[in-house]
């Protein structure tokens, strides 16, 4: 069996809205484009502020995928089965790892889950990078209307494949 080399992670506060919808599009493109041999694409969360560790996808980013992705059984399939997890500091540090932030605030937040060095050293690698490619953040929908999961779904679909194809292009994975 062929191992990884390249592994991306998505990174959100608590891992149940941003970070798994950014996940699963990721998966879809890497599945479509033949890729899983080569890309492992997996999502964290900082803190357990919006529910616990262990926790399915928000139901109303489930259902803002719903109407956003349409047809797409991969994608509904993969928010639907997902389960949130904490980051490690192991996760941070592995060099293979490249880590996709939603918002700036989450930078100092992992600092505070892993410590300034692994942090640091992410950076300095050019490991840590964010999903939105004009380097905005995504807006954090949990206490936010129906309007606002659907904007933000908008936006991960649209982003997430711009964002990991730009990598997979700089890492030549793809041309």
């Known amino acids: 069996m062929t191992s990884k080399i390249l592994r991306v992670i998505y990174l959100c506060t608590s891992n149940v809205c941003r970070s798994p919808m950014?996940?699963?599009?990721?998966e879809d493109f890497i599945e479509a484009n033949g890729l899983a041999e080569s890309v492992e694409v997996s999502s964290r969360g900082l803190t357990d502020r919006y529910s616990d560790w262990g926790s399915g996808a928000e139901p109303r980013m489930l259902a803002a995928a719903n109407v956003r992705c349409g047809?797409?059984?991969?994608?509904?399939s993969a928010l639907a089965a997902h389960k949130?997890?904490?980051?490690?500091?192991a996760e941070l540090r592995d060099p293979g790892t490249i880590l996709f932030l939603v918002t700036?605030?989450?930078?100092?937040?992992t600092r505070d889950v892993v410590g300034s060095s692994a942090l640091e050293e992410a950076k300095r690698d050019g490991r840590l990078r964010m999903l939105?490619?004009?380097e905005r953040d995504v807006a954090d929908p949990y206490f936010g209307d129906e309007e606002l999961y659907q904007q933000v779904c908008s936006e991960i679909i649209r982003e997430t494949p711009m964002t990991l194809a730009g990598l997979l292009q700089e890492r030549g994975i793809i041309s």
């Open 104 to 109: 700036r605030q989450h930078e100092s937040w």
């Open 132 to 134: 939105h490619s004009g």
């Open 22 to 26: 950014a996940q699963a599009v990721a």
């Open 84 to 89: 949130s997890r904490l980051l490690s500091e």
């Open 71 to 76: 047809d797409n059984k991969r994608i509904r």
